[in-house]
């Protein structure tokens, strides 16, 4: 399925959508987010032109996905400075293709943005950012909990 990927800053209204999305999937996690939380990083990334900015696929006019981009993800890893994160698929769109496709949509406005290596972190997906090729780097534990930290060169 194609999706038209968008900037978020030029569907704004979508901000409390996604901000929704993000507190179902990882409010009740640890540390506890709540919605205003989230709805904070979304209006910090109403960007077209720098970061952070986040993307929004679109399916017939209706949100599907989203992926941004962001600076200094991680406090404990300062070095890497540009990073892909908040990529999200409702779970009734995944499985085709749409994170993949805002995935690369957002390394396509990282190159346009001047960056040169885009870094991210998972817990589960590492199959599909290899796909995408990504390459693990590291495989600390964050917030208590195992991750991977992978870079992709632009």
Do not use: C
Request: aromatic content about 12%; hydrophobic content about 45%.
């Amino acid at each position: 399925m194609t999706v038209a990927i968008g900037y978020l800053a030029d569907h704004a209204e979508l901000l409390h959508v996604l901000a929704a999305w993000f507190y179902d999937e990882w409010g009740q996690g640890d540390p506890p987010f709540n919605l205003k939380d989230f709805e904070a990083q979304f209006r910090a990334r109403l960007h077209r032109d720098k970061l952070p900015l986040a993307l929004v696929a679109l399916n017939d006019g209706v949100p599907v996905a989203t992926a941004s981009l962001k600076m200094q993800e991680m406090e404990t890893h300062p070095q890497y400075l540009h990073w892909l994160g908040g990529v999200y698929t409702l779970p009734e769109f995944r499985g085709q293709g749409i994170g993949s496709q805002v995935v690369e949509a957002a390394a396509v406005e990282a190159k346009r943005l001047g960056v040169e290596e885009l870094y991210l972190y998972t817990r589960r997906n590492v199959d599909l950012y290899a796909k995408l090729g990504w390459m693990t780097i590291e495989q600390p534990l964050y917030l208590g909990k195992p991750v991977v930290i992978m870079r992709r060169r632009l």
